[in-house]
């Protein structure tokens, strides 16, 4: 009997000291997992801070995708769109030849190309304004736009030529061109190089952190200086992202759009919350809406089309 009751008695304290090992092992796991959460949590807010105050947001949204029915979301644009979408689907199956006439654009100055898109030595292919450029940068810094499809072949110098000097080779033959003119300078297996083979050299400059072109139909107008931005010259601006919208329309209606400061107050007073320009008035429309204050001021927008 005594040896009963002291076998017992052992097995009870041995269940015990388990239990309690059990349990320190529980807390010591616990607290590895919630050290383990509080050192992710912390890292996921420094990380989202740093990405909310220092990272850059750059947005793009194609407005040129979305039915107008969307845009303006009416009971009467509702009833109408499929006879729209048909609308659009013809427009879109015109013949080529009339699809492929470039527009007529405004003379001056367009931005292109970002500088910090054009490292020293490379070359890009720019399409836009109904014409197709190659824009390079020498190893001297400097930057020339010429016509991208080389006279000989059709080789596109813009995708795939080679920066040579100030010049810029075309990759099928390697005949070079000059940028400061246009003019081939050099065919490697020709002695001599006529006159008449050029590119058409495009009017550039590069200011205000970006690479534009000089558009002139009449090619008579000299262009003007495009105005030096103190604000970026003093770093005074400093760049936070972008958003970048691509619309259906001529890009004379953007400018003209923005500098109508009258039709800020009919236009664009609700919010998002009343969905259509011509909805009724609530308290969604109420609760928040614009209040526009504006005045004119001189800025260069990069826009390509």
């Known amino acids: 009997m005594t040896h009963f009751l002291h076998d017992s008695f052992l097995l009870v304290l041995f269940k015990v000291?388990?239990?309690?090992?059990?349990?320190?092992?529980?807390?010591?796991?616990?607290?590895?997992?919630?050290?383990?959460?509080l050192i992710v949590s912390v890292l996921s807010v420094i990380i989202f801070c740093y990405w909310i105050f220092f990272v850059p947001l750059n947005w793009t949204k194609h407005l040129d995708r979305i039915p107008e029915c969307q845009i303006l979301n009416t009971e009467k644009n509702n009833?109408?769109?499929?006879?729209?979408?048909?609308?659009?689907?013809?427009?879109?199956?015109?013949?080529?030849?009339?699809?492929?006439?470039?527009?007529?654009?405004?003379?001056?100055?367009?931005?292109?190309?970002?500088?910090?898109?054009?490292?020293?030595?490379?070359?890009?292919?720019?399409s836009c304004l109904g014409q197709h450029f190659a824009v390079y940068r020498t190893q001297a810094h400097k930057v020339y736009v010429l016509d991208t499809y080389c006279p000989h072949l059709g080789a596109n110098m813009g995708l795939s030529g080679r920066v040579v000097g100030d010049n810029i080779e075309c990759p099928f033959h390697k005949w070079s061109f000059r940028g400061i003119d246009g003019r081939c300078t050099n065919i490697?297996?020709?002695?001599?190089?006529?006159?008449?083979?050029?590119?058409?050299?495009?009017?550039?400059t590069e200011v205000n952190d970006h690479i534009f072109i000089w558009y002139n139909v009449e090619d008579l107008e000299q262009p003007?200086?495009?105005?030096?931005?103190?604000?970026?010259?003093?770093?005074?601006?400093?760049?936070?992202?972008?958003?970048?919208?691509?619309?259906?329309?001529?890009i004379q209606e953007i400018p003209e759009n923005g500098a109508d400061l009258a039709h800020f107050a009919a236009i664009h007073k609700k919010s998002f919350m009343s969905r259509s320009i011509d909805a009724k008035e609530n308290f969604l429309t109420n609760f928040a809406r614009?209040?526009?204050?504006?005045?004119?001021?001189?800025?260069?927008?990069?826009?390509?089309i």
Not at 17 to 27: G, P, R, T, Y
Not at 95 to 113: C, E, F, M
Not at 234 to 244: A, S
Not at 290 to 304: E, G, M, N, R, Y
Request: net charge positive.
């Open 79 to 126: 009833r109408n769109i499929n006879k729209k979408m048909a609308i659009n689907r013809l427009k879109n199956n015109r013949s080529a030849k009339t699809k492929d006439l470039p527009p007529p654009y405004p003379n001056g100055w367009y931005g292109v190309l970002e500088s910090s898109m054009l490292s020293a030595g490379k070359s890009m292919y720019i």
């Open 224 to 250: 003007w200086t495009i105005p030096i931005s103190d604000e970026l010259q003093t770093k005074q601006f400093v760049y936070q992202g972008r958003n970048e919208f691509y619309v259906n329309c001529h």
């Open 290 to 304: 614009h209040d526009w204050k504006a005045s004119t001021f001189v800025f260069l927008v990069d826009v390509c």
């Open 188 to 204: 490697p297996y020709s002695s001599c190089v006529p006159s008449a083979i050029k590119v058409k050299k495009w009017i550039s």
């Open 17 to 37: 000291n388990s239990f309690i090992k059990d349990d320190q092992w529980m807390v010591l796991s616990l607290q590895y997992y919630l050290n383990c959460f």
